[in-house]
């Protein structure tokens, strides 16, 4: 189970550094640039495919983390 997480927990990172980033635009207003980092932004396509998988291993990623600290599974 411990090879299992590490794949799971290696396809996490590489979906994460996949993701769109939602806050380059932070620094510019903290600056005072632009006001776009509240705008309501959907997600589409390719995006939205992208940060499903990433929740849903998000999740397996917990499950087998609790599962293995507790002894459940060997």
């Known amino acids: 189970m411990e090879i299992a997480l590490m794949?799971?927990?290696?396809?996490?990172?590489?979906?994460?550094?996949?993701?769109?980033?939602?806050?380059?635009s932070a620094s510019g207003v903290?600056?005072?640039?632009?006001s776009d980092l509240f705008a309501?932004?959907?997600?589409?396509?390719?995006?939205?495919?992208?940060?499903?998988?990433?929740?849903i291993l998000g999740i397996v990623f917990f499950l087998l983390s609790f599962l293995l600290s507790s002894g459940i599974i060997n």
Request: glycine share 16%.
């Open 7 to 24: 794949i799971v927990s290696i396809l996490l990172i590489a979906l994460g550094l996949l993701q769109s980033g939602k806050a380059e």
């Open 30 to 34: 903290i600056s005072g640039g632009s």
């Open 40 to 55: 309501n932004r959907k997600e589409r396509g390719g995006e939205l495919l992208i940060s499903r998988i990433t929740f």
